[in-house]
């Protein structure tokens, strides 16, 4: 386990809009296309996050440091009303979103 990997996961969670629609629709594919090698203990850790409160925290941040998706591909549909999911980090994304029913948010 890598602390300094599981910071820079957190980090690209925050600021890449992309990066987190992928990571919670499927974190082991997301984090080794992004060259993040994370233990199966580290990804579940993670993945227990609030995909609601990763989404507010970002977009607190000061939009220079955040990579969002343009306007024009934001989706919105059945994803986008269900009660886990947070519409505004909705981008098009040919991977479908899909969770565990625990609560998220």
Known sequence: MSQSIV?????KLVTDEQFRIQFF????????E???PLSPVE???LFTLSVAAVARFSRSLDP?????????TARLGAAASDAQTDSTTQCSTDAPRTEPSRDRG
């Open 25 to 32: 629709a499927n974190p082991a594919a997301a984090t080794w």
């Open 34 to 36: 992004a060259g993040l």
């Open 7 to 11: 910071e820079r996961t957190i980090g």
């Open 64 to 72: 220079r440091i955040s990579r969002l998706c343009p306007p024009h």
């Open 43 to 45: 990804l579940e850790a």
